[in-house]
């Protein structure tokens, strides 16, 4: 009985390793889709790596456009603030002017028509004076607010014309599935383990113990029939 299971389970070990020796898997999907994968991945790599210097190089054009608006500020408050020192300098020269032509206007004790309409007349012309004075002033004024308001456009084109190279992120490319393994053509794996086994058990069955009355004869496995001792080549006998 141990010798028939031994020859049962050497054939169905032969028949298995016999399957497995047989049409392998077709992979070939699977690596060429491993490999694609990996070159998706790195070209989205690049890609993303691209993209980080673009959206780098855009804060810093904007930390540009800033200074360089914040100068153009400043440049012009300035120049306001010493037109308006310039203007109450120039006014204040100009009232001290009117204060000295009409005390001489007093002392001189003129009287009359003509003597008034003379010493009004550093009035009338100090009122022109600032009238002008602050007409211009007005004006500079003005310009200044255009300018400003100019800076302030300039700069707002500027932040748009860099913000234009970042407004569409980056597309990046999708990997593609794994393909699944392709069975090998004909009879399975499965099916091919399945038949080794069931050969194996099926030796196991040819080589069962003598049925009763058939003596002490030892057998044989030759084409699965019983074999009288006295029939085997020499060598064949088992004790």
Do not use: C
Request: glycine share 10%; aromatic share 6%.
């Amino acid at each position: 009985m141990a010798l028939a299971a031994l020859v049962g389970v050497a054939q169905a070990g032969l028949g298995i390793a016999q399957a497995f020796s047989g049409p392998k898997p077709d992979t070939s999907g699977v690596r060429q889709a491993i490999l694609q994968n990996a070159a998706i991945r790195a070209q989205n790599e690049r890609t993303n790596q691209i993209w980080q210097t673009r959206l780098d190089q855009t804060k810093q054009q904007y930390g540009r456009n800033q200074d360089s608006a914040s100068r153009a500020y400043t440049s012009l408050q300035l120049k306001e603030n010493e037109q308006l020192e310039a203007y109450l300098t120039q006014r204040a020269g100009m009232l001290k002017q009117l204060i000295e032509l009409k005390g001489r206007y007093g002392a001189r004790e003129v009287y009359g028509k003509s003597a008034a309409r003379d010493a009004s007349q550093p009035d009338r012309d100090y009122g022109v004076a600032v009238r002008t004075l602050h007409q211009n002033m007005v004006r500079f004024s003005n310009q200044v607010d255009r300018d400003l308001a100019e800076v302030a456009r300039q700069h707002q084109i500027a932040d748009e014309n860099a913000y234009a190279g970042i407004s569409v992120p980056p597309a990046m490319l999708s990997e593609i599935p794994i393909p699944e393994i392709q069975a090998p053509s004909g009879m399975n794996m499965g099916l091919k383990i399945g038949s080794a086994i069931l050969g194996g058990l099926s030796t196991f069955a040819s080589l069962k113990a003598p049925s009763a009355g058939g003596g002490n004869s030892n057998r044989s496995f030759a084409q699965g029939v019983d074999v009288p001792i006295s029939q085997m080549p020499a060598g064949m006998a088992f004790p």
